[in-house]
């Protein structure tokens, strides 16, 4: 175990919320990190994109979400009812790798850092170890004008950037789910643009939120 990258990821949530949450949240990191056999902790500022000339003012910093939310969302939407399962915005793979742990097979994830793709499917290798059926694919791309496959039928979202991707991204799964009708759940948290998806057809099906800050909704698409 990497105590440091924990007490690093402490602090930096003690900084930008409060020493409460900091430390439910760790507990959960290092329960959650050894549980799924990953290396997905820690914060990114994107500050290493930026100096490449990489565009992210419409991004969010890399954080992923806390598996107690996780682990509980994974629970209402009945994972393994789905058949392809897309995280958009994966950063280093850790919804993709819980997924294979409830039963989902086949899992896509994007994101626009390629650093973050490698790590992914470092993780996701890993995973594969346990769950030799898992078919996983992860894609350096940008969310805006990616075509969401026509099998895909829950996504995953930790409010990975602004209300202009998030449109596009909305009518992008509009467009899928016209094209190929089915039933599509979508498992958003920190959910700060959910009126782009109830607009489009959405419906709302649960909701949770846990010491005022983490938050996800499940949306439900028929």
């Not at 202009?164 to 089915?182: C, D, K, Q, W």
Request: with cysteine; glycine share 4%.
């Amino acid at each position: 175990m990497n105590l440091f990258k924990y007490i690093r990821y402490f602090f930096y949530l003690a900084y930008n919320w409060n020493f409460k949450i900091a430390a439910h949240i760790t507990r959960k990191e290092i329960k959650g990190e050894k549980k799924y056999g990953i290396d997905t902790t820690g914060a990114d500022e994107l500050g290493s994109l930026r100096k490449k000339g990489i565009d992210t003012d419409h991004s969010t910093i890399y954080m992923p979400v806390s598996y107690d939310v996780l682990e509980d969302v994974f629970d209402r939407v009945k994972a393994n009812n789905h058949t392809h399962f897309l995280d958009i915005g994966c950063g280093k793979g850790r919804t993709l790798c819980v997924a294979a742990y409830y039963d989902l097979k086949k899992v896509t994830g994007i994101d626009f850092s390629k650093a973050f793709c490698t790590a992914a499917e470092k993780n996701l290798l890993l995973t594969k170890n346990k769950f030799p059926q898992l078919q996983y694919r992860v894609f350096n791309n940008d969310a805006f004008y990616y075509e969401i496959p026509a099998d895909v039928d829950c996504i995953f979202m930790f409010n990975p950037f602004d209300e202009v991707i998030m449109s596009g991204v909305a009518e992008n799964i509009l467009t899928s789910f016209e094209e190929h009708p089915r039933k599509i759940s979508l498992i958003y948290a920190n959910p700060l643009h959910k009126e782009e998806l109830l607009n489009i057809g959405f419906k709302e099906v649960y909701h949770t939120k846990k010491m005022n800050y983490l938050e996800a909704v499940i949306l439900e698409l028929q």
